[in-house]
């Protein structure tokens, strides 16, 4: 297997709930006027605590300055794994499951802290840049590594850290951070770039201005349905993270599905907001989803973590991460 270390340098920001207005401008251009800005890597999530963007430098630019704004104190890096030869962005999903046991618990052990986009057409798995040599030595034994040069994939050569590398003493994972389950059903899906002009109108307001209504489905007693909604541009291919609810909104076939019209359901990590330098949370819940076979999405956002597993999964996987959280 090959892994492939993008060229972006990145930034992860949080944008506040009231201070998503003054931002508007910015982030409409990234998302739907791509072609005018050099930006190649762009990703918003929402959740009920507030916006998180993932944007390259040139990205970075659109956005004003804000007190509104908290940026994360590294320029970070994606890796994505990549099964052939093929472009990063065309080949075949991985999950975040497959990849817990070659890619997310060997760095956990080696104390590297990741930030995981998963998006319809891949994984990215994002590492501070100047945790590279690092990851490289760790990973180098298990994939032919690659980076990606002016759009050219061309080999990896080791960063050099070789002297006084100890092979860490590997020690169990209990999960340590509260768990839940909102009681939305989600859809992972994308559509063609090409007919992202005519749903525009629709995605902004459901980016910027459906948050202050209780949606559809959602009735007055459901506590436990949560606002959550993730649009990614990157190298051109979009995804989209919405709930089954947000998805009835679209005119019919313009989003892709898949061929079973999969739903998935959410577990989502953290009770205080998790910061980014305590390691191994996705590995606390990719490994055990690993060991039982089952697939999953996995967002990492600037205050909490987000995994998607299938519908039918989902008590079963809670059973199995709060054994897991029991046993520590």
């Not at 982030?27 to 390259?56: G, H, M, Q, W």
């Not at 320029?75 to 817990?100: D, E």
């Not at 006084?164 to 909102?182: A, D, T």
């Not at 979009?238 to 019209?261: C, H, K, W, Y």
């Amino acid at each position: 297997m090959e892994l492939h270390i993008l060229e972006h340098s990145l930034k992860v920001a949080s944008i506040e709930k009231e201070g998503i207005q003054i931002c508007t401008h910015g982030l409409i251009k990234l998302a739907f006027l791509a072609s005018k800005t050099r930006c190649k890597f762009f990703s918003l999530t929402e959740t009920p605590e507030d916006y998180t963007i993932i944007v390259d430098e040139e990205g970075f630019k659109e956005l004003p300055q804000s007190e509104h704004i908290s940026v994360a104190d590294a320029t970070w890096v994606a890796l994505n794994v990549v099964s052939g030869g093929s472009n990063t962005s065309t080949s075949q999903p991985i999950g975040v499951t497959k990849i817990a046991k070659s890619v997310i618990a060997p760095l956990a052990d080696h104390n590297i802290s990741v930030f995981m986009l998963s998006t319809y057409q891949t994984d990215f798995i994002l590492v501070r840049e100047r945790d590279l040599p690092m990851v490289m030595h760790t990973l180098s034994s298990e994939f032919t590594l690659f980076r990606v040069v002016n759009g050219e994939t061309v080999a990896a050569h080791n960063l050099g850290v070789t002297n006084g590398f100890v092979k860490p003493k590997l020690v169990p994972r209990p999960i340590i951070h509260p768990l839940s389950s909102p009681s939305n059903m989600f859809c992972v899906t994308s559509l063609d770039p090409d007919t992202l002009p005519s749903v525009a109108t629709l995605l902004m307001d459901v980016m910027f201005y459906s948050g202050g209504q209780k949606e559809s489905g959602a009735s007055s007693e459901d506590s436990n349905h949560i606002r959550f909604f993730s649009f990614s541009l990157i190298e051109g291919y979009i995804s989209l993270v919405m709930d089954e609810q947000t998805t009835q909104r679209f005119p019919n076939n313009v989003l892709f599905t898949s061929a079973s019209g999969e739903l998935w359901k959410m577990v989502r990590i953290g009770g205080q907001p998790l910061g980014f330098d305590e390691c191994g949370i996705v590995a606390q819940i990719s490994e055990p989803l690993a060991t039982a076979d089952i697939p999953a999405y996995y967002i990492s956002t600037f205050k909490f973590d987000h995994a998607l597993v299938p519908e039918e999964n989902i008590q079963s996987v809670i059973g199995a991460l709060r054994t897991e959280s029991a046993a520590q």
